[in-house]
């Protein structure tokens, strides 16, 4: 089964919160559960099996799968949840 990027993430000291874009509702709800600030948490994305990606690694998966839709400024090898909506 080929690995697919299926939404972003963040990740903090083991803990991984997920969201259909970065810093959402869901998201920022969520950190506010951990009591803090979004500063401090790696953003990245997970893979159909939960394991989480760097911008960089997803970039690539995303690439390879032809899930990147369009490209954005900026993103030079890295991926935003822009580049799949």
């Known amino acids: 089964m080929k690995q697919r990027i299926v939404c972003a993430a963040m990740r903090k000291e083991g803990y991984i ?3 259909a874009r970065h810093f959402d509702s869901i998201m920022r709800a969520a950190i506010k559960k951990f009591n803090d600030k979004p500063a401090g948490w790696e953003q990245g994305f997970i893979d159909q099996f939960g394991v989480f990606l760097t911008r960089e690694e997803a970039f690539v998966i995303a690439e390879a799968n032809g899930q990147i839709r369009q ?3 900026g993103d030079n090898g890295r991926l935003f949840s ?4």
Do not use: F, P, S, T
């Open 17 to 19: 919160i997920c969201g």
């Open 71 to 73: 490209r954005v400024g």
């Open 82 to 85: 822009e580049n799949l909506y």
